[in-house]
């Protein structure tokens, strides 16, 4: 059935209106639902047919007058495809592509394919070609089930291929957590996308649900097909994500059963020892365990299909617990016999259980139903390493369920995907140990802490969850004409989602004590301590209401150009924030007269801090004032031009807005911090002393650190005492980067190169700065900040802004040779450049050391090396035999800081925020530049028994030469008012990143 051509012009006319410039990918594909699409040129009228025999799947299409076809929704996989007799081909289709083939003749022309692959399709093993899409101005590349199988891999995270990729860091922290960057952003504003479902994290940081420091995965990786990173200049569908979007495809059950078995170990023994263990003489017991498995097969032959996963992981991972560094090399010695005793190797155990089902139904040739449910269930000690011993420790219980239903239909002319979705998620954080926790701070260096020991901080213990439904629904019409061919698709998105965080609990005490040059006090200084007040629970429980809609024009206007008009508009009302009411206790406060002003008498609290440019209007909310930000517009523009109209040298582009949102984390605190109060008392000592006149000033009682919470809790002067007051902006925004790039792409035989130059920009980024005021307004006296200049009769000011901003150009080159069986090798190679500034740490929304977060000054970025290295290879040796390796290299990352150095700055500040680049080691030749070395290594035997039944046996060696990648600093930023620009080095006693040199043997059993 055609469209009229009326009605044709007018759709797209009314599409192109709406789109203004942003950066996207042209083809047709479902790119955020991981399907793919088939569009090329046949004969006119011809009856297209896409068939793959191992699942029965049959897709049909009718070739237009100009001999065009399209086919959309089509599970990446291998399928024979042919528009009549001498046209037949058998063709893989990857994973959120847009694949061009034409059927005009025996062989496709103008199709950028890798060599034939072996493919076994109803049992006979054909060549298969692999289609590559290249005609599109998206940032990023594929990762295939080949990478996945052979690269040596220390996480058994899928998302660790990614680091393959130019832009993407993937890295394992001192305490084996994971994390995945694009660009210079912070971890959070990534997202995945499995099955076309978000995984988006919307309370704790991370990106990824369950992934904030977390040793585990989002999903188990034998049930990945492959995947597809798009750093930048994604689609109008992708919501949520304003740096890398990762769209993968899970594996599906055939016409014949297939399966597979694994298991993984390492111990202390296959390791080398850490910096710390060789430092101490002690080595940590440690160990490491994974095993799963996964079965597919036919539950109806042609027609229903079923796959299971199942895996594991136990680990106890060594950690060093070292005192942070505070320009005195001795400090440590100058603590308590208890707490060195607790400084030094430690262990922290971890175990995860991971679930995978799924169901799918060929209902007719035109419908599919996919039924999967995905369950991960963890446990994690955390918060020990630098500057936090195992006693302070917190026990992590991480749970993650969601279900998805998925009906895809196609027509002639059009194709529709519906997705409904329920996830269940929380994160709970208990103290280790239950106690007084006792905090020691360097006295000299402005009371910067040393080391936490006793217990944990209540501030750490929390219990966060997100819950709830969301349905999807996206329109496309594939039969457009006009000056060219158009696929134009429609979406919608609506989420309902509970989020609830309660923030720290009342137990566990933190008294500071004062470390000098002499020694440490006998006595504390401060105590920190939640309060539980009657009546109230501590927990922030709103209902978010998320909506989603964009439209989107992919444009072929001829064999060379192809143009993507789109645009997206996002909106979020969360309750917790718009509907809140400032309690009239606060307001009372706030008006009440300043008691740290003289003369005038009468000025109040508000007055002095409007003195210092903060108007406490802004910042009150009545219920009815804060609306939620209906502004996210996002245009998105890209472009494409096949020089030689062959695919084989294609000149894209993109200029496009994206926008990420506020985690509720973050929006929580206005009420948390006052239903549980967190209050912070200072001792009056002659070590110590504070203002006598101000009430978080009192005599110290040695009944405080013996008579339990129950004392400290009645020190509290009706009931405000010492209590953080946090404030939130009544017109936040949600962050957003704007993105630009230009490259090019070559196809020059097997290989397929890049080359891109990427400007992103991103802005309005979460941040908390101070709002305390002198009485004139000033934010320094004598290089001191107002810490005791709280809100009357209760506690500190904290107020919460958008402001944080990044500036980052990246050129991003990669060249490779995928996999095939005939030359039984495969390559990639990625270097980034990066020119990195912003105007805060990246992972740090605290930001207390300027009055404002426009007073920062942007420095060189500390979330990404200025050149980056990876290259892998894989092959096919003789017997049997798969050996691979991965070379990852770059130079250090700056330390961004707050540097003191004796001196009193123009702005009052006696420190200045700095960044600082330590000095590099070498690798095998050249100077002392390199940050992180490091060679991995992989060999695997296969024992075949029988036809596609085999045992496997595999021995990864991880960091082969045993480069020590540093983790901790040192700083030492100068005295006497005289800076040091060179004040930056490793602490070569202290953490590393990802492992020593560490072998793991793995053995399993496919079917």
């Keep these: 059935m055609k469209v009229s051509s009326h009605l044709k012009k007018k759709l797209l006319v009314s599409v192109i209106a709406a789109a203004v410039a942003t950066a996207i990918a042209p083809g047709a594909a479902f790119a955020q639902t991981a399907n793919a699409t088939l569009r090329g040129k046949a004969t006119p009228g011809a009856n297209v047919t896409v068939f793959n025999p191992q699942t029965g799947l049959t897709r049909h299409a009718t070739a237009g007058a100009d001999g065009s076809y399209v086919i959309n929704g089509l599970p990446p996989a291998t399928y024979r495809v042919d528009a009549g007799p001498a046209t037949e081909q058998n063709i893989t289709l990857t994973v959120a592509s847009t694949a061009t083939v034409n059927l005009m003749a025996p062989t496709s022309q103008g199709t950028t394919a890798n060599a034939a692959n072996a493919t076994a399709m109803e049992g006979v093993t054909v060549a298969a070609t692999t289609i590559q899409e290249v005609k599109t101005p998206e940032v990023g590349q594929t990762i295939s089930l080949h990478q996945i199988a052979t690269i040596p891999q220390a996480s058994r995270n899928f998302l660790e291929f990614a680091d393959t990729v130019p832009g993407m860091v993937f890295s394992v922290d001192a305490k084996g957590n994971t994390s995945l960057r694009g660009g210079a952003q912070n971890t959070s504003s990534t997202n995945v996308y499995i099955d076309g479902v978000s995984q988006k994290s919307y309370v704790k940081e991370g990106g990824v649900s369950g992934q904030s420091g977390s040793q585990g995965n989002p999903f188990p990786q034998l049930a990945i097909g492959e995947y597809k990173v798009i750093t930048s200049n994604y689609k109008a569908e992708y919501d949520q994500v304003s740096s890398a979007a990762i769209t993968a495809d899970t594996k599906s059950g055939t016409n014949e059963f297939h399966g597979e078995v694994f ?563 495969s390559t990639s190679l990625a270097y980034t450049y990066s020119h990195a500034k912003q105007n805060r740490d990246i992972n740090e929304h605290y930001s207390f050391d300027e009055a404002t977060i426009n007073d920062y000054p942007f420095i060189t970025s500390n979330a990404v090396a200025k050149h980056r290295f990876v290259g892998t290879g894989a092959v096919d040796l003789p017997w049997g035999i798969n050996a691979s390796i991965k070379l990852t290299v770059a130079t250090p990352l700056p330390k961004n800081d707050n540097a003191c150095y004796g001196a009193i700055l123009p702005t009052g500040s006696s420190c200045q925020p700095v960044a600082g680049i330590p000095r590099g080691s070498k690798f095998l030749v050249g100077g002392d530049i390199w940050g992180y070395r490091d060679i991995d290594v992989q060999f695997t035997k296969d024992f075949i028994i029988s036809g596609d039944t085999k045992i496997y046996a595999r021995f990864d060696i991880l960091n082969l030469f045993n480069w020590t990648n540093y983790a901790d600093y040192n700083t030492a930023w100068g005295s006497g008012g005289e800076f040091n620009p060179n004040g930056v080095s490793y602490n070569k006693q202290g953490n590393i990143t990802y492992l020593p040199r560490t072998a793991r043997f793995t053995v399993g059993l496919k079917f």
């Excluded at 298991?263 to 080595?283: L, M, Q, V």
């Excluded at 989107?552 to 917790?576: A, C, I």
């Excluded at 517009?633 to 894209?652: K, N, T």
């Excluded at 650190?705 to 009931?719: E, I, K, R």
């Design 263 to 825: 298991g993984t170990y390492t111990n202390d023994a296959f390791r080398n020892r850490t910096p710390i263990e060789k430092f101490s003489g002690k080595k940590v017991e440690s160990e490491s365990k994974e095993y799963g498995f996964a079965l597919g097969g036919p539950i109806i032959k042609d027609k229903m299909h079923f796959f299971v996963a199942y895996e594991e992981k136990k680990f106890d991972t060594p950690i060093s617990v070292t005192p942070n560094n505070v320009n005195n090399a001795n400090v440590s010695a100058l603590l308590p016999a208890s707490a060195q005793a607790e400084i030094g190797p430690a262990n922290i155990p971890f175990n995860e259980k991971l679930y995978f089902g799924k169901i799918d139904w060929e209902l007719t040739d035109r419908d599919r139903i996919e039924i999967s449910t995905q369950v991960r269930r963890e446990t994690q000690v955390s918060n020990v390493g630098s500057g936090v011993t195992a006693s302070a420790g917190l026990d992590n219980n991480n749970h993650d369920t969601r279900g998805t239903f998925k009906w895809a239909h196609s027509a002639d002319s059009w194709y529709n995907e519906l997705i409904f979705t329920y996830e269940n998620a929380y994160l709970r954080a208990v103290p280790t140990t239950v106690g007084n926790g006792a905090t020691y701070s360097y006295q000299q260096a402005q009371d910067s802490t040393i080391l936490t020991t006793g217990s944990a901080d209540p501030r750490g213990i929390s219990d966060k969850s997100q819950e709830g439904p969301s349905i999807s629904d996206t329109f496309t019409f594939n039969d457009l004409e006009w000056h060219g061919d158009h696929v134009v698709k429609f979406g919608y998105k609506f989420k309902s989602i509970e989020l609830k965080a309660a923030d720290a609990a009342a137990s566990n005490p933190q008294f500071f004590y004062d470390v000098n040059p002499t020694g440490t006090s006998a006595q504390p200084w401060k105590v920190f301590y939640a309060t539980q007040l009657p009546g109230v629970d501590g927990v922030a429980d709103t209902t978010s209401r998320q909506y989603g809609m964009f439209a989107q024009d992919d444009w072929t206007v001829n064999d060379h150009l192809t143009l993507n008009l789109g645009v997206r508009w996002d909106y979020e009302v969360t309750p917790q924030y718009t509907n809140y009411v400032t309690p009239q206790r606060v307001l009372d406060a706030l008006n009440s007269q300043d008691p740290y002003a003289g003369a005038p008498v009468g000025q109040t609290y508000a007055e002095s801090l409007a003195k210092g440019g903060v108007n406490v209007n802004d910042y009150i909310s009545t219920g009815n004032n804060r609306k939620a930000y209906k502004g996210e517009w996002q245009p998105r523009l890209g472009f494409s031009y096949d020089l030689f109209g062959d695919e084989a040298h294609v000149i894209h582009g993109g200029a496009g807005r994206a926008y990420d949102r506020n985690l509720f984390d973050y929006l929580q605190v206005e009420q948390t911090k006052l239903t549980l109060p967190q209050t912070t008392l200072n001792f009056n000592l002659p070590t110590h002393p504070c203002d006598t006149g101000a009430s978080n000033c009192i005599p110290f009682n040695p009944a405080y650190l013996t008579g339990g919470q129950g004392v400290l809790n009645s020190l509290l002067s009706g009931g405000n005492s010492g209590q953080e007051v946090d404030m939130l902006n009544n017109h936040l925004k949600a962050p957003y980067s704007d993105q630009f790039s230009l490259g090019m792409s070559n196809a020059v035989g097997d290989w397929q190169t890049d080359a891109t130059v990427t400007r992103v920009l991103s802005r309005d980024g979460f941040v908390f700065t101070l709002g305390n005021r002198f009485p004139n307004g000033q934010f320094f006296q004598g290089g001191s900040q107002p810490w005791s200049n709280g809100v009357p009769n209760m506690g500190g000011l904290i107020i919460g802004n958008n402001g944080i901003s990044t500036r980052t150009t990246q050129v991003l080159l990669s060249a490779n040779k995928p996999y095939t069986v005939e030359s039984g090798w």
